[in-house]
């Protein structure tokens, strides 16, 4: 059975929301396609493929070894949301730059009718599409956390 984290259990610094904090656990929920708690290179791997991004299985391997508090090969929610914030403190530029580039390219490649925003709908289907199950919630938190204008649509377009 999965644990339920709460965010004073892994020292996350004040300026992070709740908005984001509950995005980081969707992304974490995304990542571990069979609900276990914990992410497998492999789970991390074909996340990867399903967005176009191709990786070695020891690469993929490194990654999560170097996320994982104990070493190993797995990664539960608290090691997820330590490596992204040791990330986000070590190369806040570089990963500010390179996450508007992969937004901005996922983002085209979700926008099914191509007019600059990404509706729920569309991010249903583009999920679906990539093989990966969504659930309403994960799809509202989704919303919450990128809809920056508040009209109910992602715009990638305003990403810079």
């Known amino acids: 059975m999965k644990k339920a984290v709460r965010a004073s259990e892994i020292n996350i610094s004040s300026h992070v929301t709740v908005t984001y904090f509950s995005g980081l656990k969707t992304a974490f929920d995304l990542l571990d396609r069979n609900q276990d708690g914990r992410v497998t290179p492999g789970e991390f791997k074909i996340m990867l493929n399903n967005l176009g991004i191709e990786i070695k299985d020891d690469k993929a391997e490194e ?26 403190l070590s190369a806040p530029d570089l990963v500010d730059e390179d996450l508007t580039r992969d937004l901005n390219a996922a983002f085209k490649v979700f ?6 925003y990404i509706t729920r709908e569309e ?7 990539i093989g990966e199950n ?16 508040h009209d109910g649509r992602i715009n990638y377009e305003g990403i810079s």
Not at 135 to 148: G, H, K
């Open 134 to 149: 969504i659930t309403e919630e994960q799809l509202t938190q989704v919303i919450v956390m990128a809809d920056t204008d």
């Open 123 to 129: 991010l249903k289907v583009a999920m679906e599409m």
């Open 63 to 88: 990654i999560i070894r170097s996320a994982s508090h104990t070493g190993n090969e797995l990664i539960d929610e608290n090691d997820f949301l330590s490596f992204i914030k040791q990330i986000q």
């Open 111 to 116: 926008d099914l009718d191509g007019d600059g």
